[in-house]
């Protein structure tokens, strides 16, 4: 069983930073591409950032790219999100999620092509 668990999240004032963190375990976690998505109060969920298995690739979501970094420990089985300069519209709950396959793909943005996710945690950004 796949175990995902979120944290990091909390209120922050627009401008600010947080780090998200991610833990799995229950699979190979270094062999896997990780997700972090988000869902906004009355909003869909949306991709926020993906990172493939080795490091060597990045994808961000136009809405987040040059602000937040996504990385990933492999020893340490831990995904990071990163955010800075944060503001009211990215409040929602942040979560991060597995990729079915060991192989990244051009559907890096599709919540289908993730089996696992977390529980999910809070990010609020006051203005």
């Known amino acids: 069983q796949v175990q995902l668990v979120e944290s990091g999240g909390g209120l922050v004032q627009a401008g600010g930073s947080l780090r998200l963190s991610c833990v799995a375990s229950g699979r190979t976690f270094s062999s896997y591409p990780m997700g972090w998505f988000r869902r906004a109060p009355g909003k869909e969920r949306e991709f926020v950032a993906h990172i493939t298995w080795s490091e060597r690739s990045t994808y961000y979501a136009d809405s987040v790219k040059g602000r937040f970094t996504i990385s990933r420990d492999n020893a340490k089985n831990t995904v990071y999100l990163q955010m800075n300069s944060l503001k009211p519209e990215d409040t929602a709950v942040y979560y991060c999620?597995?990729?079915?396959?060991?192989?990244?793909?051009?559907?890096?943005?599709?919540?289908?092509?993730?089996?696992?996710w977390g529980q999910g945690t809070q990010v609020t950004v006051s203005s």
């Open positions: 999620a597995a990729f079915k396959s060991p192989y990244s793909s051009t559907r890096y943005n599709q919540p289908s092509e993730y089996d696992y």
